[in-house]
């Protein structure tokens, strides 16, 4: 059983930068593909990245060029550095592993373990 926990939310202004990080129990970490979620007030939740160990990360549009993961496996650890944030971009950010690499990024049920949530806000 694999354990997420998140840090690092918090309130910032529309410019600012926030840097969430997604600390991982148990052994292979570094086999995991590691993803980051995000769900806003009444809408759905979203996949925004996913990173495998010594892969390109797969972003979705909207947080291209703005939002970057790293992982330190020696660490057991992803980070999500979000820069140039829009209040958009406001919502509880999740981090999920996936022990397979067959499914499709965006999926949910392609991620086997998720932690609990940290809550983004974006003032404008």
């Known amino acids: 059983q694999v354990q997420l926990v998140e840090s690092g939310g918090g309130l910032v202004q529309a410019g600012g930068s926030l840097r969430l990080s997604c600390a991982a129990s148990?052994?292979?970490?570094?086999?995991?593909?590691m993803g980051w979620f995000r769900q806003a007030p009444g809408k759905e939740r979203e996949f925004v990245v996913v990173?495998?160990?010594?892969?390109?990360?797969y972003y979705t549009n909207s947080v291209k060029g703005r939002f970057s993961i790293s992982r330190d496996n020696a660490k057991n650890t992803v980070y999500l550095q979000m820069n140039n944030l829009k209040p958009e971009d406001t919502a509880v950010y999740y981090c999920?592993?996936?022990?397979?690499?067959?499914?499709?990024?965006?999926?949910?049920?392609?991620?086997?373990?998720w932690g609990q949530g940290t809550q983004v806000t974006v003032s404008s």
């Open positions: 999920a592993a996936r022990t397979r690499s067959t499914g499709r990024v965006g999926d949910m049920n392609s991620y086997d373990y």
């Open positions: 148990g052994h292979s970490f570094s086999n995991y593909g």
């Open positions: 990173i495998w160990s010594g892969d390109i990360p």
